[in-house]
């Protein structure tokens, strides 16, 4: 079954997935935040729709590990979902991701506008195959 990995943020929550052996991480979509409602829903579609088994989230700690009020927010969305889907949730240290996500994106040949439409989603990709690599 795939994974799907979440960049949660309070304006865009980026979205990764990986291939059906768990090998690959491709970066998704990028979803724009409205509603929590509407954010939960076009979630559960996708998970449905892809067929995932596991779901990845970053935990953005500070860069000396302790928590953060972002930090805060993300396990708070994390046990939402949790208490929306029947699927194992693994919290991950998202730390320079998307810096590095960026550093991705440069490589690329993107123009900042196009970076800044896909970093989200690039650092979901990262986070993805940091956990992938545990896996």
């Given at each position: 079954?795939k ?12 979205l ?15 979803m ?24 990845v989230?970053g ?10 009020l ?22 991950v ?7 590095a ?13 196009k970076?800044?439409k896909?970093l ?16």
């Open positions: 079954m994974v799907l990995s979440i960049d949660f943020g309070t304006k865009r929550v980026g990764a997935i990986s291939d059906p052996d768990q090998i690959f991480a491709f970066p998704y979509k990028v724009e935040r409205t509603t929590r409602d509407a954010m939960f829903s076009e979630l559960l579609e996708i998970i449905e729709n892809e067929k995932v088994g596991d779901i989230i935990l953005p700690l500070s860069l000396d590990g302790e928590d953060t972002t930090t805060r927010q993300v396990r708070n969305f994390a046990a939402s979902l949790e208490r929306r889907v029947d699927l194992p949730i693994h919290l240290d998202e730390r320079l991701s998307s810096i996500a960026e550093d991705e994106l440069k490589e690329a040949g993107l123009w900042d506008r970076r800044k896909n989200d989603s690039q650092a979901a990709k990262i986070i993805l195959e940091t956990w992938l690599a545990r896996a």
